[in-house]
């Protein structure tokens, strides 16, 4: 992430035209369908929610080192305190998706994300709007890097994301 950038508009400005035009799509078609994209503070009323759009793709993951347990985001949310955001897409008081962001020193960690995927197949942006919300955290953390994990890497691509090795994965 360039030093220079300090807002998301930063980050939309640097984009060429056609990934440019895309993100705005994203946001028009998500608010033509009455979504809007808004941090969520406090998770464990939304636990049961959140869990289920978690679970919607876990369940499609063919790798699934872990399945996380109903109480498992918003104890992360509590222990890490200003380290820890999360965003969801809601379309009146319904949750569509969710996305955490985690911070560990320079670095914004794209963490979980779960989606309704009914929704998604009407042609709403969920997924790629969640991940631009990441990049916005990163930005408003001032982290000089993103992770983005190790899936969906064309979508990841269009946002600006690099490939970089992977050197280990365990399981514990």
């Given amino acids: ?13 640097a984009l060429d035209a056609r990934y440019r035009r895309n993100a705005k799509d ?3 078609k998500l608010t033509a ?14 636990a ?15 790798v699934r080192l872990v399945t996380l347990g109903e109480s498992y ?16 897409v809601r379309r009146g008081e319904e949750i569509l998706g ?6 560990d020193g ?7 994300i779960g989606f309704d995927r009914a929704a998604a197949g009407e042609g709403l942006p969920i997924y790629l709007r969640l991940l631009h919300a990441t990049i916005g955290d990163a930005i408003a953390w001032r982290c000089r890097r993103l992770s983005l994990g ?11 994301a690099k490939p970089e090795p992977l050197y280990l994965w365990m399981r514990h």
């Fill in 98 to 103: 969710f996305v955490t962001s985690l911070r």
């Fill in 150 to 160: 190790r899936t969906a890497l064309e979508p990841k691509a269009a946002l600006g």
């Fill in 33 to 46: 369908a009455g979504c809007s994209v808004e941090p969520l503070n406090n998770l464990a009323p939304h």
């Fill in 106 to 112: 320079d670095t914004a960690i794209a963490y979980y």
């Fill in 48 to 62: 049961r929610r959140l869990h289920e759009l978690y679970l919607a793709v876990h369940r499609n993951a063919s």
């Fill in 26 to 28: 994203q946001v028009k």
């Fill in 73 to 88: 985001l918003p104890a992360v949310a509590g222990a890490l305190g200003d380290n820890f955001r999360c965003h969801v």
């Fill in 1 to 13: 992430i360039p030093e220079n950038w300090r807002s998301y508009d930063d980050y939309i400005a």
